[in-house]
């Protein structure tokens, strides 16, 4: 009985090692891209989905979080088009330091050719350089929007990753099959998306991370990252508060941010809390403050698993918390560990008005290179590559009263054609063509093949353009575009294969030049501040610019103050180190400076206490509203007529006036009918489709809807030379224009009249 027993046990082992290691092999060949077929109008089965920065939620799931990325979030703004020539596409996926990925799966739509040879055709799908999936072309599906799910090994994700697309397409079985055929195509859907589930891991409370956890550039998502205040936080709270909202702001830069307030540490993010000896926020409990403290430690409110974290700034008093924001956001490289005590902070010398590190230089010409951040960004691959763009931003009130265009001098290199063909390089900005350059052979004589680092492999060619660019198309925020058609260099069918040796660069060292200008323009423009934060990010660090608040803010309105600051760190690319802030009740201390006014509670009274003057106050149940005849809107002298409104809906509105205080200084307020639409004003002001609807010196939003008047009388800021000024002012009277024009042509005329009796008296005395 015992050998037949052994026999037994052997064989129900066997049975054991058999099964664990089928349900292995599955494992393994679905972590590798196993494909299912689903329709095309069916949605990516997961467990969960996360807020993305697109009308998406987050959810919880046993494995981690999962979130859905669309093909704009990982870097395609539309279809992706795969052609015989061009076979590759690249979708770009960042994972956050503390995250990791325990599950992926590529939702792909796409639609090829109706006209190819299937068994010879398929797509291949890369994962970080590695195949995934190979995706058959079928015939039942050829022209049809197909759907397909690989699942994605998450053992190959790291921070920044690569999903590869490459289309392996052919339409004859001829040896001379022409990769530029019409027939070799695959769109990809921009309904493609990508579930991605993750799971937190514990970073440790090491200042050294900074500004992770709390800011990841790996996040492509809005920031939004609570602020835990003590009850009745003062101004000098607020303003320390302020300054590392501006801070983060300009580190989210493009992505933007929201700082919700809270009095206690939220559960479910990464929190920042200000504390004091006599006003501690609810829930957490520090030592002895000995003086400027920075502390990272486990979110209080959190469970230790979950690895959120608060990040504490501490003081004895108001003056020490405001001295732990400055360090935070000047010193952070250094601090180590996880606490740092702050001995001293020098905010380095004063700035000079336009030297905001996001404005490009306006007082000598400017290299391509200090507009990117990185070279390669200048450099394209392929026969039909994605537009080179070289965004650049300004000063929006740089007037152009001595030249009429802006000097950009464009030098390149490209892989050359080999004879004359249709290969193009198109010159534009804002979308608009300002030239298209005929790109020439290689020279035969092979001298510009020299290079002192080589870029491009084949024959090189370069070539440079001047261009004047016209004023009128250069606005405060502009984007040159630099467009490189490769055309085919066939001659005949089968005279030579298409490689993928395309390349072309624009050079680092073009320049363009808008030193010609001068600051001066027109005021109130809500415009500018919507897109720029002028007039306050004149001066970087704020330093003219002064925030009126309430007198006692709620939650909304600190909301506001921290979020307004945020953008201006956006705007200017630096944190606001010196600007003032202070209550309504003590707004005289600020009166030579621009003023931003949170218009609600005693912010209300305030302009109520400015006068019926301005282009529109609004209070809990009134609005008054300035009223001017559309055709005289252009006449600063039109007359205007006010009318009082009693409503019981929420308003709010962006009012602009000149300071009542002092001339040339300009009054930015945003007004409600109660603090809790104050939201409905920074919405607009994260929207980049909606904030280019905000003009004027009012702009009215009523929930979805946002209108821009000019209702009120203008002013001027900035200098001109008193000619220019002269000629500007001058300019909108044509009657004055007339008659200057008359009085120059007499004094011309009798100049050469003079001139001419002396030429003949001159003779008559020979």
């Known amino acids: 009985m015992r050998p037949f027993r ?13 099964i664990v290691g089928a349900h292995a092999f599955a494992v393994d060949d679905l972590a590798r891209g196993a494909t299912t077929s689903t329709p095309a109008h069916a949605q990516p089965a997961s467990a969960a989905t996360i807020a993305a920065p697109e009308d998406s939620t987050s959810v919880a799931s046993p494995s981690g979080v999962a979130r859905d990325l669309t093909l704009k979030q990982m870097g395609s703004y539309g279809a992706i088009k795969l052609r015989g020539q061009d076979p590759n596409g690249t979708l770009n996926v960042s994972v956050r330091n503390d995250e990791v990925v325990t599950g992926a799966k590529l939702h792909l739509v796409y639609t090829y050719s109706p006209s190819l040879i299937y068994s010879l055709s398929h797509i291949k799908v890369y994962l970080n350089g590695e195949v995934v999936a190979t995706l058959p072309m079928d015939k039942e599906t050829a022209g049809q ?100 909202s501006s801070w983060f702001g300009a580190l989210a830069g493009w992505r933007g941010a929201r700082f919700p307030v809270t009095p206690t540490a939220p559960a479910d993010s990464h929190a920042i809390a200000f504390a004091l000896p006599n006003a501690m926020p609810a829930g957490v409990k520090l030592d002895e403050i000995k003086g400027p403290t920075v502390i990272v430690m486990p979110n209080p409110a959190s469970p230790p698993e979950s690895g959120r974290k608060l990040l504490v700034l501490a003081g004895r008093d108001t003056k020490e918390l405001q001295e732990a924001a400055n360090a935070l956001v000047l010193g952070q490289v250094g601090m180590s560990g996880d606490r740092a005590i702050v001995k001293s902070v020098d905010l380095g010398p004063e700035r000079r008005p336009y030297d905001a590190p996001n404005w490009a230089p306006v007082d000598r010409q400017v290299s391509f290179k200090e507009l990117v951040t990185d070279p390669g960004q200048l450099e394209a691959a392929g026969f039909n590559p994605s537009p080179i763009r070289v965004d650049v931003r300004l000063p929006p009130d740089l007037f152009a009263w001595a030249r009429h265009s802006v000097p950009l001098n464009v030098s390149y290199r490209y892989t050359a054609p080999s004879n004359y063909n249709d290969s193009v390089l198109n010159i534009g900005v804002n979308d608009q063509l300002l030239r298209s350059v005929r790109l020439r052979p290689a020279d035969p004589s092979g001298v510009e093949r020299q290079f002192n680092v080589p870029l491009m492999s084949g024959s090189e060619a370069r070539g440079s353009e001047e261009i004047r660019v016209p004023a009128l198309r250069i606005g405060s925020t502009n984007q040159f575009q630099f467009q490189f058609h490769m055309d085919s260099q066939k001659t005949g069918l089968c005279v030579s294969a298409a490689t993928d040796s395309a390349r072309a660069a624009v050079d680092p060292d073009s320049t363009i030049d808008f030193s010609q200008f001068v600051h001066y323009t027109a005021m109130p423009n809500l415009a500018f501040f919507a897109t720029s934060g002028y007039p306050f990010t004149r001066m970087a660090d704020l330093a003219d610019s002064a925030v009126v608040i309430p007198d006692a803010p709620d ?39 621009d003023l931003l006014v949170i218009g609600t509670g005693s912010g209300s009274s305030l302009m109520e206490k400015w006068g019926k003057g301005l282009p529109m106050l609004i209070q809990r149940s009134e609005n008054d509203l300035a009223l001017r005849e559309p055709a005289d809107r252009m006449r600063a002298n039109a007359p205007t007529g006010r009318a009082a409104l009693s409503v019981n809906g929420p308003t709010a509105a962006f009012v602009a006036f000149q300071s009542p205080y002092t001339k040339g200084k300009s009054v930015v307020a945003l007004a409600a009918s109660a603090s809790d639409r104050l939201g409905d004003l920074l919405d607009v002001l994260g929207d980049d489709a909606r904030v280019n609807e905000v003009r004027g010196d009012l702009t009215v939003v009523r929930q979805k809807v946002v209108v821009g008047l000019t209702v009120g009388d203008t002013y001027y800021v900035g200098h001109l030379p008193w000619y220019a000024w002269v000629w500007v002012h001058i300019s909108k009277y044509p009657a004055l224009m007339a008659l200057a024009g008359i009085l120059a042509g007499l004094f011309v005329a009798l100049t050469v009249f003079w001139a001419l009796g002396r030429l003949a008296a001159r003779r008559l005395e020979r």
């Open 555 to 593: 939650v909304h309105e600190q909301e506001t103050i921290l979020a307004l600051l945020g953008q201006m760190g956006r705007w200017s690319g630096l944190p606001a180190l010196r600007v003032s802030l202070v209550p309504t009740s003590a707004v005289e201390s600020v009166r030579d400076r």
């Open 6 to 18: 052994s026999f037994r046990l052997g064989l129900l082992m066997l049975g054991c090692w058999v």
């Open 145 to 244: 929007t197909v759907s397909k799910d690989v699942v994605l090994d998450p053992r190959l994700f790291t921070d920044f990753n690569r999903i590869g697309l490459q289309m392996i397409a052919h339409y004859t079985l001829d040896h001379c099959e022409d990769p530029y055929h019409s027939s070799m195509w695959t769109d990809i859907s921009p309904d493609t998306t990508l579930t991605l589930t993750t799971s937190n891991i514990g970073l440790p409370n090491s200042l050294a991370l900074l500004p992770a956890p709390f800011f990841d550039r790996r996040d492509n998502r809005a920031l939004v990252l609570p602020f835990v205040l003590p009850a009745q936080a003062d101004a000098p709270t607020l303003r320390a508060a302020g300054v590392v």
